[in-house]
């Protein structure tokens, strides 16, 4: 019987084991897993708290609906009544500009304005800034292939307006990434294809736009821009471990693998715990921890993992009384960004029971902020209660929110968010390519091709395949 040793039990790891399991099913054939996780829980990023009623999320709180994966995986695990829509009613984004918020005008998908007259009205973007973004309809593309920054796609094609105010916060804000390091192949190619196929983004936008049923609805049924889960998206985690069958080992680091071809050993920090043997390794740990892990057998490999980089970020979730803060904002909206250009601490900060119902009691309010990323990773650092007074001080400086929170819970990720550099993708083909010719290593997670969790449920997937293409070429 052939031994899959899976490292790492967040969502890769999960989804990984789970769809090995089922593809046995399928085949019949003579597999089973071990799955080793250092922590004392499963899930990784993905954690959920439920405190008096508040449903606060440390890490992820939403699944994109344009990425198929990880709601699939919700319904297959019976959690289809368990999902719920971001309010898209009340979907309005703010952007801080000179210390104001302004809302996002209407019709923007991701940086690109698709429809004119609330575009034109909006006072976020400069009567220049408007008609340098308007010159992307008659720009010629670009004729060099290969990568670039986010920032050199979005300055070439709109302007540095539309960088500094739009597309860095929108969509570098995602990555918590610096956009003139950021690589836009790896983390927005669907703008490369539209620039490639249409000659202009706005144009690309607008087909699009044409060809999608009224409300980007599907079967006639609106499609939420997320989802989320009721009980909070650890809900997913739960579900996926009561599926599995293999051996799952809690509170067990990984200190050493070595390579005894055919095949791994696996040696535990706790020395206590004997190694154990596995014909194939699925490391589903950040890229540093794999670095570590392959360098005794791998060299080339740990050199290409070491050159991901991460940034630290931290979550600080506030709950209020409605009745002590209404008076003072009126949280219509999702919540807003925050450009770099402003010089402030927090990053961004998302109206939770605005966006998901449920999320606070009736009466009250539930708020997230963000701080750290590319730059801006000493805040992380900072004690608890350093760390609330700024962002207290920031949210009553920005929203007037001076009132006291009644709860407040913390996270924070140190070296928690991959950054796809520019080459981002060449180097994942790279490593790839040496881990497949070691036989029986296969990389997946966040760190590769996706950090969202419905790119890692995908990239999960594809690991149980080459798994199973590699057990049956050996058979
Ligand atoms: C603040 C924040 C907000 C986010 N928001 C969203 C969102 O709304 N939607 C979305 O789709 N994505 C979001 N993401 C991204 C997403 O949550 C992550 O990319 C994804 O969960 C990563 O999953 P993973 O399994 O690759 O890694 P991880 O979750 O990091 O799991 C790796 C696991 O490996 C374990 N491990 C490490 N070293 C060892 C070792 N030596 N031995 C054994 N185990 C080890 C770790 O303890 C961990 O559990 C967010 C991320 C953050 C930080």
């Given at each position: 019987m052939a031994h899959i040793a899976i490292i790492g039990g967040g969502i890769a790891g999960l989804a990984t084991a789970y769809y090995l399991q089922k593809?046995?099913?399928?085949?019949?054939?003579?597999?089973?897993?071990?799955?080793?996780?250092?922590?004392?829980?499963?899930g990784g990023k993905i954690i959920t708290r439920t405190i008096d009623d508040f449903v606060i999320e440390g890490g992820p709180d939403s699944l994109v609906t344009t990425k198929p994966?990880?709601?699939?995986?919700?319904?297959?695990?019976?959690?289809?009544?368990?999902?719920?829509?971001?309010?898209?009613?009340?979907?309005?984004?703010?952007?801080?500009?000179?210390?104001k918020l302004v809302e996002f005008p209407g019709g923007f998908r991701l940086a690109i304005p698709t429809e004119f007259v609330p575009f034109a009205v909006s006072p976020l973007i400069s009567p220049l800034g408007k008609l340098r973004m308007g010159l992307d309809l008659f720009i010629h593309p670009r004729q060099e292939t290969g990568d670039e920054s986010l920032a050199s796609f979005v300055r070439r094609r709109l302007g540095q307006e539309a960088l500094d105010k739009i597309a860095g916060p929108m969509m570098a804000g995602i990555y918590m990434a610096d956009p003139?390091?950021?690589?836009?192949?790896?983390?927005?190619?669907?703008?490369?294809?539209?620039?490639?196929?249409?000659?202009?983004?706005?144009?690309?936008?607008?087909?699009?736009?044409?060809?999608?049923?009224?409300?980007?609805?599907?079967?006639?049924?609106?499609?939420?821009?997320?989802?989320?889960?009721k009980g909070g998206l650890n809900d997913l985690v739960k579900a996926l471990v009561s599926r599995l069958e293999g051996r799952l080992c809690l509170g067990q680091r990984v200190a050493a693998i070595r390579s005894t071809n055919p095949g791994f050993e696996i040696r535990f920090d706790d020395v206590s715990q004997p190694p154990i043997t596995a014909?194939?390794?699925?490391?589903?740990?950040?890229?540093?921890?794999?670095?570590?892990?392959?360098?005794?057998?791998?060299?080339?490999?740990?050199?290409?993992?070491?050159?991901?980089?991460?940034?630290?970020?931290?979550?600080?979730?506030?709950?209020?009384?409605?009745?002590?803060?209404?008076?003072?904002?009126?949280?219509?909206?999702?919540?807003?960004?925050?450009?770099?250009?402003?010089?402030?601490?927090?990053a961004a900060c998302t109206w939770t029971s605005t966006k998901f119902d449920g999320r606070a009691p009736n009466n009250d309010i539930l708020l997230r902020a963000f701080v750290g990323g590319d730059g801006q990773e000493k805040v992380v650092k900072l004690p608890d209660?350093?760390?609330?007074?700024?962002?207290?001080?920031?949210?009553?400086?920005?929203?007037?929110?001076?009132?006291?929170?009644?709860?407040?819970?913390?996270?924070?990720?140190?070296?928690?968010?991959?950054?796809?550099?520019?080459?981002?993708?060449?180097?994942?083909?790279?490593?790839?390519?040496?881990?497949?010719?070691?036989?029986?290593?296969?990389?997946?997670?966040?760190?590769?091709l996706g950090i969202g969790i419905p790119d890692c449920v995908k990239d999960a997937m594809l690991t149980a395949d080459s798994i199973f293409e590699q057990l049956n070429s050996n058979a």
């Open positions: 593809k046995r099913e399928v085949t019949g054939a003579s597999l089973d897993y071990t799955l080793i996780e250092s922590d004392t829980r499963f994966w990880g709601v699939a995986l919700c319904r297959e695990l019976g959690l289809d009544n368990e999902l719920i829509p971001t309010n898209d009613y009340k979907r309005g984004i703010f952007v801080l500009n000179k210390g003139e390091r950021m690589s836009i192949q790896s983390t927005f190619p669907q703008f490369l294809e539209m620039e490639r196929q249409h000659g202009s983004l706005i144009k690309a936008m607008q087909r699009a736009k044409k060809n999608r049923p009224v409300n980007g609805a599907a079967n006639g049924k609106p499609q939420p821009m997320f989802l989320s889960l014909d194939a390794v699925v490391l589903a740990v950040p890229a540093y921890t794999a670095a570590q892990l392959v360098e005794s057998f791998l060299p080339p490999l740990a050199q290409l993992l070491a050159k991901i980089r991460y940034v630290s970020t931290a979550t600080i979730s506030l709950g209020y009384r409605r009745a002590d803060v209404i008076d003072q904002h009126n949280f219509g909206g999702f919540g807003f960004l925050i450009p770099k250009s402003e010089k402030r601490k927090l209660n350093e760390l609330l007074s700024l962002v207290r001080a920031e949210i009553a400086d920005l929203m007037g929110v001076t009132a006291k929170p009644i709860i407040c819970q913390i996270f924070r990720w140190v070296k928690g968010n991959p950054q796809y550099d520019v080459d981002h993708l060449a180097r994942v083909e790279q490593m790839k390519e040496i881990a497949q010719q070691a036989t029986g290593l296969y990389l997946t997670g966040s760190a590769y």
